[in-house]
T-cell receptor, first 112, second 112 residues
Framework: TQLLEQSPQFLSIQEGENLTVYCNSSSVFSSLQWYRQEPGEGPVLLVTVVTGGEVKKLKRLTFQFGDARKDSSLHITAAQPGDTGLYLCAGVIPGSARQLTFGSGTQLTVLP | SQTIHQWPATLVQPVGSPLSLECTVEGTSNPNLYWYRQAAGRGLQLLFY??????ISSEVPQNLSASRPQDRQFILSSKKLLLSDSGFYLCAWSLGLAETQYFGPGTRLLVL
């Protein structure tokens, strides 16, 4: 059973469109991170959210941490082909000996 | 600044052959080190992590083993590769457990 569920698994959109990717869990996380990974490379950290209800913006990307710290969303405005990649969320469970728990990922393709 | 290296970048090995993948980190001391495996376009599965020299924790039973002979060196090994060992192997480091992880470029392993 995947602890962190991401949806959708695959998303293909046209350049200029907006999109939202979701990361959901039944567990509470002390923090949650979003990574982007391009083919053949390692994931690169985009943002870390820590406080319930927190919203962070990174240019055209807006990240939100749910009030209960069980879910998060990533919204991209006016997507560009350079946004194409695998988006991964990863969370830290309070008091757990485990490290980051990764979601299954959302593969985003932005068509020119 | 810190950098993380992995080699080789790509490896094709026959079933039953041994494996040794190497990961080194520069620019930091006493990092936590991680080995992940990733299926194509999917999330990361944590294989091993290490909090110090000679200290290895295994997350899943498997055909692989890990060693940390030096502070900033992490090695993933197998005595006899299986077809199911094929995948993309990522090494990562962090300053503390459950903190932001920084990934290497990965090694693509194909077992034939």
């Amino acid at each position: 059973t995947q602890l962190l569920e991401q949806s959708p698994q695959f998303l293909s959109i046209q350049e200029g469109e907006n999109l939202t990717v979701y990361c959901n869990s039944s567990s509470v996380f002390s923090s949650l991170q979003w990574y982007r990974q391009e083919p053949g490379e390692g994931p690169v950290l985009l943002v870390t959210v820590v406080t319930g209800g927190e919203v962070k913006k990174l240019k055209r990307l807006t990240f939100q941490f749910g009030d209960a710290r069980k879910d998060s969303s990533l919204h991209i405005t006016a997507a560009q082909p350079g946004d194409t990649g695998l988006y991964l969320c990863a969370g830290v469970i309070p008091g757990s000996a485990r490290q980051l728990t990764f979601g299954s990922g959302t593969q985003l393709t932005v068509l020119p | 600044s810190q950098t993380i290296h992995q080699w080789p970048a790509t490896l094709v090995q026959p079933v039953g052959s041994p494996l040794s993948l190497e990961c080194t980190v520069e620019g930091t001391s006493n990092p936590n080190l991680y080995w992940y495996r990733q299926a194509a376009g999917r999330g990361l599965q944590l294989l091993f992590y290490s909090v110090g020299i000679g200290q290895i924790s295994s997350e899943v039973p498997q055909n692989l083993s890990a060693s940390r002979p030096q502070d900033r060196q992490f090695i993933l090994s197998s005595k006899k590769l299986l077809l199911s060992d094929s995948g993309f192997y990522l090494c990562a480091w962090s300053l503390g457990l459950a903190e932001t992880q920084y990934f290497g470029p990965g090694t693509r392993l194909l077992v034939l």
